[in-house]
């Protein structure tokens, strides 16, 4: 069984430009989660989506990041404009349900805003 | 607000010898914890959970220590193995899934 897979592995881009990342959680999974780790510091906790739907948005930064999980599938988290302050790595997550939640991880994206 | 925390970000041990990681939390309210290991180029992988009416888990060569009084838990690598060189990190999970992580203690190995 394939696990959750997230690209691109490295993004470079420059600072007002606008990224996409993109996340396919482990088939059958409802739950999918985005996280990041920004400079070294501990990893945070982004959103959560249960299917297609925004359970917990909570920790998204600002405006300037959109998350969508358009038919329940794979998601996405866009970046427009990207600032140097976004530059980390994102990660995505994805669990059954909340009765057996433990989150299998991507490898995650590398986003450098330069 | 709630935090998790570690007490050291780096740990060597020799080859053979167990390791012992560290992490405080905050809430007291907190029920459930899990330690995750993240290797270079990977996402974090689960090791290992407890939940608060526990105060010990074991895994294999794994233990995890959960001491409510103080707040406190602990990671115990028994005969640590150069496969075990990793960050490891220690978190809060709620009821929804959130996850509250501890800012890692990489774990170096010596041969």
């Known amino acids: 069984e394939a696990g959750v897979t997230q690209f691109p592995s490295h993004s470079v881009i420059e600072k007002g430009q606008t990224v996409t990342l993109r996340c396919d959680p482990i088939s059958g999974h409802d739950n999918l989660y985005w996280y990041r780790r920004v400079m070294g510091k501990e990893i945070k906790f982004l959103l959560h989506?249960?299917?297609?739907?925004?359970?917990?948005e909570s920790g998204m930064p600002n405006n300037r990041f959109l998350a969508e999980r358009t038919g329940g599938t794979y998601s996405t988290l866009k970046v427009q404009p990207a600032e140097l302050e976004d530059s980390g790595v994102y990660f995505c997550?994805?669990?059954?349900?909340?009765?057996?939640?433990?989150?299998?991880f991507g490898a995650g994206t590398r986003l450098s805003v330069l | 607000g709630e935090s998790v925390g570690l007490h050291l970000p780096t740990l060597s041990v020799q080859e053979g010898d167990n390791s012992i990681i560290n992490c405080a939390y905050s809430n007291s309210a907190s029920d459930y914890f899990i330690w995750y290991k993240q290797e270079s180029g990977k996402g974090p992988q689960f090791i290992i959970d407890i939940r608060s009416n526990m105060d010990k888990r074991q895994g294999q060569r794994v233990t995890v220590l959960l001491n409510k009084t103080v707040k406190h838990l602990s990671l115990q690598i028994a005969a640590t193995q150069p496969g075990d060189s990793a960050v490891y990190f220690c978190a809060e999970q709620y009821n929804t899934g959130k996850l509250i992580f501890g800012q890692g203690t990489t774990l170096q190995v010596k041969p």
């Open positions: 997550a994805s669990s059954l349900n909340l009765a057996k939640n433990i989150q299998y």
């Open positions: 989506f249960v299917k297609e739907s925004k359970q917990d």
